[in-house]
């Protein structure tokens, strides 16, 4: 490859996980980001509860022993390879074409995929459904359950209000962000009722950011909530709330970010693409 062909293919690959990726909005990047590819394991400490605070008219001493609950946890690569004809890349190079990036693309949307698998639900080494790396949903120390679909007005707002209540037991307070299948989003698009133009997607949206009604998301990386995320990584009839990214509940550990790598193959003189990456999502308190 050019280094002009390099820069193309990776800005092709970037497009595709900026528009695609959600999962990122929902966690905090770990402190130190990326640690670069060689670490495989990283640390992380759980902050056990104190005693409360003490009200008296003089100081005293009454002291607790701070202590946490080490942990350690590997760091998974998620790639995706692919192939460049080694006649097209000859063909672009001559005539100054445009390269073909489909099958780059394709292979970056299956990175994001996963990554989004990871932090939203968690990552299994076999495939299965046994998570070794658990995302939110599955760490999550909750789970409220209603029969009664998206699809009848006042359902969804009751659903959120019920699993709010249980953050708010859990002392873990406004504001939110939520994350739906595609299913459940349609069907909170339109108006509450026949007498009123504001839609329960707005109506949700008060909600998570703490009632200030206005309907509009806070800006995306300063903490504000109040934003309802698409996927399908999230089963239909299912959805997850969860506290604003702030690195107190869950975080993201990088040791790679996402990047994409070419080598050309001796046999065939085709070159051989790879996007990757090395990240895994730590739940501290649940």
Known sequence: LTEEQMTFYDEAVKQVIRH???????IALAPGSPFG????????????????AQLSMKLTESTDIITTTNGQIEIPINHKEFEIDRRDLLSSQRNGTPLDTTT????????AILEDTMIIQGGSLDGGSTYKFPG????AGNSYSTSSDFGTAGNAIDAVKGAVQMLLDDAIYPPYNMVINQEQYAEILGPRS???DKTELAIVKDILRGGDGDG?????GTGAGGYIFVSDVITAGTGLVAAAPNGTYADLAVAQDIVTEFETLAKT????GRV?????PRILKS
């Open 20 to 26: 695609r990726i959600v999962g990122r909005n929902l």
């Open 269 to 272: 003189g085709n070159t051989f």
């Open 194 to 196: 026949t007498t009123s």
């Open 216 to 220: 509009r998301a806070g800006e995306l």
């Open 276 to 280: 990757f990456e090395a990240m895994v």
């Open 104 to 111: 780059a693309r394709v292979a970056a949307e299956q990175v």
């Open 136 to 139: 939110l949903y599955q760490g």
């Open 37 to 52: 590819f060689g670490v495989q394991q990283v640390d992380y400490n759980t902050l056990n509860d104190m005693s409360p």
